[in-house]
């Protein structure tokens, strides 16, 4: 397995090489920064010095082998904006994101598995319709509306939690479910498709025929072998969730790693936006990794090649 995780990892370095060179350059497309950090008025000479400053004076390919050379070492430079380095900023935004990914991820599997096997075991009835209309709801509605919904029912009508900031588990629960409505109904909606397929198999059918009760055929047997593809989902989704947040995390004014992104990128804080994305996309390879891997431990059928 070791061979394994080895290989997989150098073949992520190209991407994760790509990455690198899109969010170098996709940053320096938004503008100048001195527009920005700098008065209107500010003379040629005070521009200069901030660009030799935040080595924005040099070519661009200097710059790109400079940057890369500096992430190499963990180094995004120093953000623009708070004249902090990069990567403090996003360590000490990151507990709050790994919060509210946690909380949804615990949400979206507490009341999605149950979900599914409940819509699965009683196929076609009321329960079943109404679970699959809800899941289907949940994943057309965009997050940011879902956010925008909630707010105004339960902060602005109803007045029971709060639509703002950290702290308190009140805090937490608009932004968790807000973020766990596209998860959630996709664990479901997976849950009982996968437990569906595995009622008709031969084992529990076997299982059936030796006389063990429904519930012990379903939840020793049937269940156990239908979580396999709903673990792995779920190992994906959460560097789909870490990219998520940013949409929550902004109508929520969450304190993380999202609305971080947002504000770097409205002052076009280039080392923020760099090291934000680059976190991203190797939280996103990482999650496929351990999917990968949970799979292989989970079903003795697939072998690590």
Same mark, same amino acid.
């Given at each position: 397995?070791?061979?394994?995780? #080895?290989?997989?990892?150098?073949?992520?370095?190209?991407?994760?090489?790509?990455?690198?060179?899109?969010?170098?350059?996709?940053? *320096?497309?938004?503008?100048?920064?001195?527009?920005?950090?700098?008065?209107?008025?500010?003379?040629?000479?005070?521009?200069?010095?901030?660009?030799?400053?935040?080595?924005?004076? *040099?070519?661009?390919?200097?710059?790109?082998?400079?940057?890369?050379?500096?992430?190499?070492?963990?180094?995004?430079?120093?953000?623009?904006?708070?004249?902090?380095?990069? &990567?403090?900023?996003?360590?000490?935004?990151?507990?709050?994101?790994?919060?509210?990914?946690?909380?949804?991820?615990?949400?979206?599997?507490?009341?999605?598995?149950?979900?599914?096997?409940?819509?699965?075991?009683?196929?076609?009835?009321?329960?079943?319709?109404? %679970?699959?209309? %809800?899941?289907?709801?949940?994943?057309?509605?965009?997050?940011?509306?879902?956010? #925008?919904?909630?707010? $105004?029912?339960?902060?602005?009508?109803?007045?029971?939690?709060?639509?703002?900031?950290?702290?308190?588990?009140? =805090?937490? $629960?608009?932004?968790?479910?807000?973020?766990?409505?596209?998860?959630?109904?996709?664990?479901?909606?997976?849950?009982?498709?996968?437990?569906?397929?595995? #009622?008709?198999?031969?084992?529990?059918?076997?299982?059936?025929?030796?006389?063990?009760?429904?519930?012990?055929?379903?939840? =020793?047997?049937?269940?156990?072998?239908?979580? $396999?593809?709903? &673990?792995?989902? &779920?190992?994906?989704?959460?560097?789909?969730?870490?990219?998520?947040? #940013?949409?929550?995390?902004?109508?929520?004014?969450?304190?993380?790693?999202?609305?971080?992104?947002?504000?770097?990128?409205?002052?076009?804080?280039?080392? %923020?936006?760099?090291?934000?994305?680059?976190?991203?996309?190797?939280?996103?390879?990482?999650?496929?990794?351990?999917?990968?891997?949970?799979?292989?431990?989970?079903?003795? *059928?697939?072998?690590?090649?």
């Amino acid at each position: 397995m070791l061979g394994y995780v #080895i290989r997989r990892i150098l073949y992520t370095l190209p991407s994760l090489f790509c990455i690198l060179v899109a969010c170098f350059l996709l940053t *320096r497309l938004s503008g100048d920064p001195v527009d920005l950090f700098l008065p209107i008025d500010a003379s040629e000479e005070a521009r200069q010095a901030f660009r030799e400053q935040n080595g924005l004076d *040099r070519p661009v390919v200097e710059q790109f082998f400079v940057f890369t050379e500096r992430v190499m070492r963990g180094d995004f430079g120093n953000s623009l904006r708070f004249q902090e380095p990069a &990567v403090d900023l996003l360590v000490e935004r990151l507990p709050a994101t790994l919060e509210l990914a946690l909380a949804t991820l615990a949400l979206s599997v507490i009341i999605g598995i149950p979900a599914g096997i409940a819509s699965a075991y009683f196929r076609n009835s009321p329960l079943d319709f109404t %679970v699959r209309g %809800v899941t289907a709801f949940g994943q057309a509605v965009p997050t940011f509306y879902w956010g #925008i919904l909630s707010i $105004i029912i339960f902060s602005v009508w109803l007045r029971w939690l709060p639509s703002t900031g950290s702290g308190t588990i009140w =805090h937490l $629960i608009l932004p968790a479910t807000t973020l766990a409505s596209t998860m959630l109904a996709l664990v479901t909606r997976v849950m009982r498709s996968t437990l569906l397929e595995t #009622i008709r198999q031969d084992y529990v059918r076997t299982a059936r025929a030796k006389g063990l009760g429904e519930m012990a055929v379903l939840l =020793h047997h049937a269940v156990r072998n239908a979580l $396999i593809p709903v &673990v792995t989902i &779920v190992a994906l989704q959460f560097g789909v969730l870490m990219g998520g947040v #940013i949409v929550t995390e902004t109508v929520f004014a969450w304190p993380g790693v999202g609305r971080l992104a947002i504000q770097a990128i409205y002052a076009r804080d280039y080392p %923020v936006v760099q090291a934000v994305v680059f976190f991203f996309a190797v939280i996103f390879v990482l999650s496929n990794l351990a999917a990968d891997l949970i799979h292989a431990v989970l079903d003795p *059928r697939v072998r690590l090649r």
